[in-house]
């Protein structure tokens, strides 16, 4: 294994929105990238294989075929599967390799993921990544954690990342993402629920200026817009997040009922989006409307208001 990382192979697990947009910034570089993502073997593959072809990245067909391979892994995936990742790539895994862990996962699951891959002599490091991945891309500010968070931190600097060291004790890094994501995830869905609400009873203006007079400095018209941009579109991706945000908060013995309610919101969003709600998710414009109204209208023509 080389210890000049920009002569490393790469492997991505999950070639997602974050997994694609790795991959760009990492072959413009040249690094060697490959990937692996169930659904290359489904129905939504093609539009993956031909981004992969489109940039030169390798395709592999399991998450051993693609661990056996890479000096340093990247699980990218929902957060859910952060545990089942690392079992899954474990085997594999070369003594030695890195395993970076950039899911929004619990502190305590992180932990599992790390004994699993610290186990078969590979290193585990826990990733927090701290805001929206696409205006940042590979620059996306990064906390690291765990035992090997320094000797990693300088070699992901010279890949491009914006990787620094939140403490050698792996959790830590998690919980600033988590404690984070219960107020930004929480917010997004509160912009929602207030938004849709104020639109049905006809009170929205209203509403929006005795926002923007309490809290002068956000523009409530453009971010509510962009609030229901990203949910509409991540909205799955998010909820599972916010579930880890829920143990997160349980882990210490409070219960999380902000968090649950804003997982329970993503997630009905989500089947929305699912149903087709708010357009094809193969068009430029699902997703993309500026006026957070047209969006709400949707919701509303699907509800059955109390009588």
Same mark, same amino acid.
């Given at each position: 294994? +080389?210890?000049?990382?920009?002569?490393?192979?790469?492997?991505? #697990?999950?070639?997602?929105? #974050?997994?694609?947009? =790795?991959?760009?910034?990492?072959?413009?570089?040249?690094?060697?990238? *490959?990937?692996?993502?169930?659904?290359?073997?489904?129905?939504?593959?093609?539009? =993956?294989?031909?981004?992969?072809?489109? %940039?030169?990245?390798?395709?592999?067909?399991?998450?051993?075929?693609?661990?056996?391979?890479?000096?340093?892994?990247?699980?990218?995936?929902?957060? +859910?599967?952060?545990?089942?990742?690392?079992?899954?790539?474990?085997?594999?895994?070369?003594?030695?390799?890195?395993? @970076?862990?950039?899911?929004?996962?619990?502190?305590? !699951?992180?932990?599992?993921?790390?004994?699993?891959?610290?186990?078969?002599? !590979?290193?585990?490091?826990?990733?927090?990544?701290?805001?929206?991945?696409?205006?940042?891309? %590979?620059?996306?500010? @990064?906390? =690291?954690?765990?035992?090997?968070?320094?000797?990693?931190?300088?070699?992901?600097?010279?890949?491009?990342?914006?990787?620094?060291?939140?403490?050698?004790?792996?959790?830590?890094?998690?919980? #600033?993402?988590?404690?984070?994501?219960?107020?930004?995830?929480? =917010?997004?869905?509160?912009? %929602?629920? *207030?938004?849709?609400?104020?639109?049905?009873?006809?009170?929205?203006? !209203?509403?929006?200026?005795?926002?923007?007079?309490?809290?002068?400095?956000?523009?409530?018209?453009?971010?509510?817009?962009?609030?229901?941009?990203?949910?509409?579109?991540?909205? $799955?991706?998010?909820?599972?997040?916010?579930?880890?945000?829920?143990?997160?908060?349980?882990? %210490?013995?409070?219960?999380?009922? *902000?968090?649950?309610?804003?997982?329970? $919101?993503? !997630?009905?969003?989500?089947?929305?989006?699912?149903?087709?709600?708010?357009? *094809?998710?193969?068009?430029?414009?699902?997703?993309?409307?500026?006026?957070?109204?047209?969006?709400?209208?949707?919701?509303?023509?699907?509800?059955?208001?109390?009588?």
């Amino acid at each position: 294994m +080389s210890v000049t990382s920009n002569r490393w192979h790469v492997g991505l #697990v999950g070639y997602g929105e #974050v997994g694609r947009i =790795l991959a760009e910034d990492l072959r413009k570089q040249h690094i060697n990238v *490959s990937t692996y993502d169930t659904k290359l073997g489904g129905d939504q593959a093609g539009p =993956l294989r031909e981004h992969a072809a489109a %940039i030169e990245v390798g395709l592999t067909s399991s998450h051993a075929e693609l661990a056996a391979s890479a000096d340093l892994v990247i699980s990218a995936v929902t957060a +859910s599967q952060a545990v089942p990742v690392a079992n899954a790539c474990a085997p594999a895994m070369k003594k030695q390799a890195w395993f @970076l862990d950039f899911n929004s996962a619990s502190p305590g !699951a992180k932990r599992r993921a790390a004994e699993i891959i610290d186990g078969v002599g !590979a290193r585990y490091v826990e990733g927090a990544v701290m805001t929206s991945v696409p205006p940042y891309r %590979i620059k996306v500010p @990064l906390l =690291l954690g765990g035992k090997g968070a320094r000797e990693l931190a300088p070699l992901l600097v010279e890949l491009g990342f914006d990787a620094k060291v939140a403490s050698d004790e792996l959790g830590v890094a998690s919980a #600033v993402k988590m404690c984070r994501s219960i107020m930004i995830k929480g =917010l997004e869905a509160m912009v %929602i629920e *207030s938004f849709t609400t104020a639109r049905a009873y006809g009170v929205e203006d !209203a509403v929006l200026a005795s926002l923007a007079e309490t809290y002068p400095g956000i523009d409530w018209e453009k971010q509510g817009a962009y609030f229901f941009q990203r949910v509409i579109e991540h909205g $799955r991706r998010r909820s599972e997040e916010v579930r880890e945000v829920a143990e997160t908060v349980r882990e %210490i013995g409070l219960t999380p009922w *902000s968090a649950t309610g804003t997982a329970e $919101r993503q !997630a009905w969003v989500a089947d929305l989006s699912d149903q087709g709600l708010f357009g *094809s998710k193969d068009s430029k414009e699902f997703a993309r409307s500026p006026d957070w109204r047209i969006e709400a209208d949707r919701i509303l023509s699907k509800l059955k208001p109390d009588t």
